[in-house]
């Protein structure tokens, strides 16, 4: 992480300012490396599948390190939503929108990472759904880093496009997905029926 930022600083400054940057660097990385810490997890000890997902995961071993120019959550949170609009305007990743009636007549949408598959034929790679959080879209930074590291291990991502998230048509007074788990189910039996052709 500090190789491309140390890189710039040569090709760009004198020598003063060049080591001035660097050790400013070097003194931020290590800042961040020394706040680092173990996640810590809070849910119901009697719930079986929460006990096997631990207890069979790398997840209680990882640890947290903040990003190095940002050491606290103000900065975290600016840097994100930088990033995140970035990401938006200048990077944006091609979707395909498949839209899905649900049986209270409201439309959400499937969009897909790349092409739609052909519903006629077998998938030929894994394929992971995700169901994004408050903003019920696909542009969020976290939906979208999600379905890059997706990609980058050979799955077929296709995110849930909650009911209210931009450009979606509103066919019913409701237009929150807040309280409609019911949405969740649908947009995963209809992905069940129409592209998983296992028995």
């Not at 810590?40 to 995961?57: A, G, H, L, P, R």
């Amino acid at each position: 992480m500090l190789l491309p930022f140390a890189l710039l600083a040569i090709c760009y400054f004198d020598y003063t300012t060049t080591v001035a940057v660097s050790v400013f660097l070097a003194a931020a990385k290590l800042f961040a490396y020394m706040r680092r810490h173990k996640l810590e997890f809070v849910y119901d000890k009697s719930n079986k599948m929460f006990n096997e997902f631990v207890s069979k995961t790398q997840i209680s071993t990882l640890e947290y390190e903040t990003f190095m120019l940002a050491p606290y959550p103000l900065f975290q949170a600016l840097c994100y939503l930088v990033k995140e609009l970035l990401y938006e305007n200048f990077y944006p990743d091609p979707f395909k929108r498949e839209l899905i009636t649900c049986p209270d007549g409201g439309t959400i949408g499937l969009d897909w990472d790349g092409e739609i598959p052909d519903h006629t034929q077998p998938l030929s790679q894994p394929l992971l759904v995700i169901a994004p959080g408050l903003g019920g879209g696909t542009h969020n930074l976290y939906t979208i880093s999600m379905l890059q590291k997706a990609r980058s291990q050979g799955f077929k991502v296709v995110t849930i496009v909650f009911r209210g998230a931009e450009g979606l048509p509103i066919t019913v007074p409701k237009l929150s997905y807040s309280g409609s788990w019911e949405d969740v189910e649908t947009a995963l039996d209809f992905v069940c029926k129409r592209y998983i052709n296992d028995p």
